[in-house]
């Protein structure tokens, strides 16, 4: 679910505390960000998940999310393209990566 060694350069380069904050703070953000995709997908509001998407991505990415940051990839395209086609399942199956993935960035922490 996430890139041991994208953490661990990071963790050489600012130190574990400072990436450990960074992901404390990642976490409160991006269970808001999820509140909001699954809200703009209720509404078809195609501006919105991009614009959310493309946030969660960018910020999983930092955090070695590759995962999760691949399916929010796939929700920016199709909300900037305004197709819908195969999104449901990738909605659905969202949370599960997205609590998956933070439960591994826990773990590299402990």
Request: glycine residues 2%; negative net charge; charged residues 25%.
């Amino acid at each position: 679910m996430i890139d041991h060694d994208h953490l661990d350069s990071l963790i050489q380069l600012l130190g574990k505390d400072t990436i450990n904050t960074i992901r404390l703070e990642f976490v409160d953000d991006s269970n808001e960000k999820m509140a909001q995709l699954m809200q703009a997908w209720e509404k078809r509001d195609h501006q919105e998940l991009k614009q959310v998407s493309h946030s969660l991505k960018s910020a999983s990415l930092n955090m070695a999310m590759q995962i999760f940051a691949k399916q929010c990839q796939l929700i920016e395209t199709a909300a900037t393209q305004h197709s819908e086609q195969g999104m449901q399942t990738i909605i659905d199956g969202l949370p599960a990566i997205h609590q998956a993935s933070l439960d591994e960035l826990e773990a590299y922490f402990l």
